[in-house]
């Protein structure tokens, strides 16, 4: 399944540990792990560069250098990502390492000595050979692909065609996430699975990332191993970036919301890394769109094996929005394209974009929102600014068209808190203000 190129990128970023004695630790965290505790959720810093946000709310493309007279061609934020910075390790091995968060997945991987085709990281890559508490996992455990042979290897499996992968050995290394507070102990989790990636592909490292950690919802990930402590709950409240300001991705207790007075829907498909929902329909404005949306949202298996269609919450994913199955991207854009006629709204060609309209800020007014229908009417509700983007007087949509799967990106979750519980097998959401949650 191949993910648009052209999509804008709001990656997460967690700082992991990995420390050459015998304890990898997350310096930022807060409280202990039979509590809970958060990391710092931190916009790049060449952010400013590509987009900017105005007083209206909406996320505007900066202008680009040049582009041809009847084209638009943005300068999009494909290389901006939230960050995770936090302090790795103790004493003289202290040292710190950034890893792309990653909710598709659940094995967490990052580059190690020695390397083939090594990309730029800071710190230097992790060296398992220095580290004490590093382990390699036997030939014959079951993540091993393939089985058997000297040594466990790995090949990182990734929910899209076209995206990051990594190959190498696996091992088990010890992370303990750092307490703050008078009289705090950090907390220890040791014998987390890491692959030790010695070769990778079409990583996008900006000269500073070292791998992915992995949050999908299966056995060996960050939050499946915490789950074993009772810390089975992770949230976050996504904001636009503006100015210095860093947000949280929260553990446990330290999740700042009493999900009772949340909606909310099941995870699906408790064997499955990604975060599936039942997505049942889609209204724009009043009106409940036609053409059977829920059983185009259904994922079911093919004759040939394969899955197809289903719809996925990933914060991790491009920046660009939200991912729509065809079929009812096409009953969407339908529904846009005629309020913009009857609006009397240009419709306009833009490179990179489906449905683009030359549009003015009080068009933007008058625009109704979309509201994601999930099972038993439980709603997430999509304000204009959730859905475009602007430059100068052009709105143009960030839902883009997939032929397989529909994914709930970062964009559409702008505004909302999520809380992921899987012990309870549900995901709860609200609005919120999200900067609100936010530090310097």
Same mark, same amino acid.
């Given at each position: 399944?191949?993910?648009s190129?052209? &999509?804008?990128?709001?990656h997460?970023?967690?700082?992991?540990l990995?420390?050459p004695t015998?304890?990898v630790?997350?310096?930022?965290?807060?409280?202990g792990?039979?509590k809970g505790?958060s990391?710092?959720?931190v916009?790049?810093p060449?952010w @400013? %560069?590509?987009i900017?946000? /105005?007083?209206d709310?909406?996320?505007h493309?900066?202008k680009?250098?040049?582009?041809?007279?009847?084209?638009?061609r943005p300068?999009m934020?494909h290389k901006?990502?939230y @960050?995770?910075?936090?302090?790795?390790g103790?004493?003289?091995g202290?040292r710190t390492?950034?890893?792309?968060m990653?909710?598709?997945?659940?094995l967490t991987?990052?580059?190690c000595?020695?390397?083939?085709n090594p990309f730029?990281?800071?710190?230097p890559?992790?060296?398992?050979?220095?580290?004490?508490?590093?382990?390699?996992?036997a030939?014959t @455990?079951?993540?091993?692909s393939?089985p058997?042979g000297?040594?466990?290897?790995?090949?990182?499996?990734?929910?899209?065609?076209?995206?990051t992968?990594?190959s =190498?050995?696996?091992g *088990?290394?010890?992370?303990?996430?750092a307490?703050?507070?008078?009289?705090?102990?950090?907390?220890v989790?040791?014998?987390?699975?890491?692959?030790?990636a *010695?070769?990778?592909?079409?990583?996008?490292s900006?000269?500073?990332l070292?791998?992915?950690?992995?949050?999908?919802?299966?056995?060996?990930?960050?939050?499946?191993?915490?789950?074993?402590?009772?810390?089975?709950?992770?949230?976050?409240?996504?904001?636009f970036?503006? =100015?210095n300001r860093?947000?949280?991705?929260?553990?446990?207790?330290?999740?700042p919301?009493d999900?009772?007075?949340?909606?909310?829907?099941?995870?699906?498909?408790?064997?499955a890394?990604?975060?599936?929902? @039942?997505?049942?329909?889609?209204?724009?404005g009043?009106?409940?769109?036609?053409?059977?949306?829920a059983?185009?949202?259904?994922?079911r298996?093919l004759?040939?094996?394969s899955? *197809?269609?289903?719809c996925v919450?990933?914060?991790?994913?491009?920046w660009g929005?939200?991912f729509?199955i065809?079929?009812a991207? /096409?009953?969407?854009?339908? &529904?846009?394209?005629e309020?913009?006629?009857?609006?009397?709204?240009?419709?306009?060609?833009?490179?990179?974009?489906?449905?683009?309209?030359r549009?003015?800020?009080?068009?933007?007014?008058h625009?109704p929102?979309?509201t994601? *229908?999930?099972e %038993?009417?439980?709603?997430?509700?999509?304000t204009?600014?959730?859905?475009?983007?602007?430059?100068?007087?052009d709105?143009?949509?960030?839902?883009?068209?997939?032929?397989?799967?529909?994914?709930?990106?970062?964009?559409?979750q702008v505004?909302?808190?999520?809380?992921?519980?899987?012990?309870?097998g549900?995901v709860?959401?609200?609005?919120e203000?999200?900067?609100?949650?936010t530090?310097?």
């Open positions: 399944m191949e993910l190129n052209h &999509a804008l990128l709001l997460l970023v967690l700082a992991a990995l420390h015998v304890v630790a997350f310096d930022d965290a807060t409280s792990r039979s505790f990391l710092r959720l916009p790049s060449g @400013n %560069s590509t900017h946000v /105005d007083d709310g909406f996320v493309l900066n680009p250098v040049e582009h041809a007279p009847n084209v638009l300068h934020p901006e990502r @960050n995770i910075i936090t302090t790795v103790t004493g003289h202290r390492y950034t890893l792309a990653e909710m598709t997945q659940s991987w990052m580059q000595v020695p390397i083939q730029q990281q800071v710190p890559p992790f060296d398992p050979t220095a580290s004490p508490s590093f382990h390699p996992l030939p @455990n079951h993540l091993c393939p058997g000297s040594v466990c290897r790995f090949r990182s499996n990734p929910m899209f065609l076209g995206v992968s990594g =190498g050995v696996l *088990h290394e010890t992370m303990s996430f307490a703050s507070g008078h009289g705090a102990a950090p907390a989790e040791p014998a987390v699975v890491i692959g030790c *010695h070769t990778s592909e079409r990583f996008r900006h000269g500073v070292a791998g992915i950690l992995a949050l999908g919802k299966t056995y060996p990930s960050l939050i499946w191993l915490l789950g074993r402590g009772g810390l089975h709950r992770f949230s976050y409240c996504l904001f970036p503006q =100015g860093h947000g949280f991705l929260r553990f446990g207790s330290d999740i919301v999900t009772r007075h949340m909606k909310s829907t099941r995870l699906l498909y408790p064997e890394s990604a975060y599936y929902v @039942n997505l049942a329909g889609i209204s724009f009043r009106t409940r769109l036609g053409g059977n949306l059983e185009v949202f259904r994922r298996k004759a040939d094996g899955w *197809h269609s289903g919450l990933d914060a991790g994913m491009f929005g939200t729509m065809r079929p991207y /096409d009953i969407l854009e339908r &529904a846009l394209a309020h913009g006629r009857r609006l009397g709204v240009p419709r306009v060609p833009r490179h990179n974009f489906g449905l683009c309209f549009a003015t800020r009080a068009i933007l007014l625009w929102t979309v994601l *229908h999930f %038993s009417e439980q709603d997430l509700v999509l204009p600014n959730k859905l475009f983007v602007l430059q100068d007087q709105m143009c949509l960030t839902v883009t068209p997939n032929p397989q799967i529909t994914v709930i990106g970062p964009a559409t505004g909302t808190r999520f809380v992921y519980d899987l012990a309870a549900r709860y959401f609200a609005p203000n999200c900067n609100a949650d530090g310097v």
